[in-house]
């Protein structure tokens, strides 16, 4: 066999790191637990200072610790809201690069909103629709102020995920809209659709509170579909 197989030796904090993430998903550290200190994973590895700073921040990367200047690193419990965290940076440059990806986000939280508002409808409780109801109240105050209001609607998409009980939904929620806000315009202010979005929203809790998954599923989309002309590349505005 004449294939050439060479092994590559790995840097100093690659192998670092990985006995260090070791020692957190075999439960040795648990979430809560702060890490060694330098000095201990110095003695403890035979390695440098620089060595354990880049395996910590690889780890901090990932989500896994939380440093602190002047403080030990903590370990964190991993969750699905921190993993998709991992992306967020990565997922704002694209979408600021490509006016085409802010498109197929805009599609793709249509279709998942629509999935989502559907599991609302068969799941809610008389507690969540009391729920919804008051953060529409909430938002309606806001009239006016641009980042209040777009706040708050953030959180009602949010809650209306949050129904399903899958912490999945919520993280993707979440990062969706996230994503989504730096390219919220504030002609929803301006141009005084403010009052749509209220109505819009008031019909979409009214058919979840009927359980009428079809007719939440059409007032999601009615109201998603207007309101995707409100989100623009910045060389738009």
Do not use: C
Request: charged content about 30%; hydrophobic content about 40%.
């Amino acid at each position: 066999m004449n294939r050439s197989e060479p092994i590559v030796r790995r840097k100093l904090s690659d192998e670092v790191f990985l006995r260090l993430k070791r020692l957190i998903t075999s439960g040795e550290l648990l979430p809560g637990d702060d890490m060694p200190s330098e000095r201990e994973l110095m003695e403890r590895f035979e390695v440098g200072r620089p060595a354990i700073r880049e395996a910590m921040q690889a780890l901090s990367n990932m989500g896994l610790v939380a440093i602190s200047h002047g403080e030990r690193a903590k370990v964190l419990q991993l969750t699905a809201k921190s993993i998709i965290k991992q992306v967020d940076g990565a997922a704002k440059i694209i979408l600021s690069s490509s006016k085409d990806t802010l498109e197929h986000l805009k599609t793709a939280r249509i279709f998942f909103e629509r999935g989502m508002v559907r599991e609302a409808a068969e799941k809610a409780t008389a507690e969540d629709v009391q729920r919804l109801r008051a953060t529409v109240a909430e938002q309606r105050s806001f009239r006016g102020d641009s980042e209040a209001f777009i706040s708050v609607d953030m959180k009602f998409h949010t809650q209306i995920a949050a129904i399903s009980g899958n912490p999945i939904y919520v993280a993707v929620s979440e990062a969706m809209l996230g994503w989504l806000k730096e390219y919220h315009t504030e002609m929803l202010i301006w141009t005084g659709k403010e009052q749509f979005t209220l109505t819009e929203h008031e019909e979409i809790i009214g058919r979840i509170e009927k359980k009428d998954a079809e007719g939440a599923e059409k007032a999601m989309i009615k109201h998603l579909e207007r309101s995707r002309a409100l989100y623009v590349m910045n060389s738009e505005k």
